[in-house]
């Protein structure tokens, strides 16, 4: 029977889990060179100020959606869907939402899968195209929090995420889909990164 090794970074306080030991130290690694506290501290230390080389500040206030895609009359009723639905980004939804990051981690507990999307679970309410709700098992985004920003696509060392098209979202028309969401290696850089705090990282069977 395996046993799980854990790893608190001594910098953020994340918990990186694993029964294989190899994999764990290399998890620490990763997780080590992409910590942003870690690496707050380290800039702080040396005082280094920003150049114009490094990545641009990210403009945190969403523009207010184009009135043209605003319908006129909001419905209050997103569309009810079951667990084994394909999930399709071309509705005719009336529901737009655009909502202010973090994730709520207690997601899972609040609300159900309303099918999925290429193996990829989602979460309701959503009414497409306005309102996506939250995508993901164990890599989870909130597609209504999302603004495309796209730091998790560069950080994520193992490639587990591409861009998928939702035209008529308010937040952003494209989002950050984990399609090799089983590849994850759990080293927290997405999560870490985004700057709406859209990612939620779940450990194996959390
Ligand atoms: S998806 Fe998994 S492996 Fe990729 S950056 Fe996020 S936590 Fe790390």
């Known amino acids: 029977m395996s046993t799980v090794v854990e790893y608190v970074?001594?910098?953020c306080g994340t918990l990186l889990m694993h029964d294989n030991p190899i994999t764990l130290e290399s998890m620490k690694d990763v997780h080590s060179q992409l910590c942003a506290v870690k690496r707050q501290r380290s800039?702080?230390?040396?005082s280094v100020?920003?150049?114009?080389t490094q990545r641009p500040s990210v403009n945190y206030v969403q523009k207010?959606?184009?009135?043209?895609?605003?319908?006129k009359s909001i419905s209050q009723t997103?569309?009810?869907?079951?667990a084994n639905t394909t999930i399709s980004l071309s509705g005719t939804g009336t529901n737009y939402s655009k909502a202010e990051g973090p994730i709520?981690?207690?997601?899972?507990s609040k609300r159900q899968t309303v099918g999925t999307f290429k193996g990829i679970k989602v979460w309701g309410p959503i009414d497409p195209p306005g309102q996506?709700?939250?995508?993901?098992?164990?890599?989870?985004v909130d597609y209504d929090i999302c603004i495309a920003d796209g730091a998790c696509i560069e950080a994520c060392p193992v490639n587990v995420y591409e861009w998928l098209d939702t035209p008529g979202h308010p937040a952003s028309e494209k989002k950050t889909f984990m399609a090799r969401e089983k590849d994850c290696i759990?080293?927290?850089?997405?999560?870490?990164v985004c700057p709406p705090q859209a990612i939620k990282i779940f450990q194996k069977g959390a």
């Open 64 to 71: 207010a959606a184009d009135p043209a895609m605003v319908p």
């Open 78 to 82: 997103a569309t009810t869907l079951d």
């Open 43 to 46: 800039i702080a230390a040396l």
């Open 104 to 108: 709520d981690a207690d997601f899972k």
């Open 49 to 52: 100020k920003p150049t114009a």
């Open 132 to 140: 996506l709700g939250i995508w993901g098992t164990q890599v989870t």
């Open 9 to 11: 970074c001594p910098d």
């Open 186 to 192: 759990f080293c927290m850089a997405c999560e870490n």
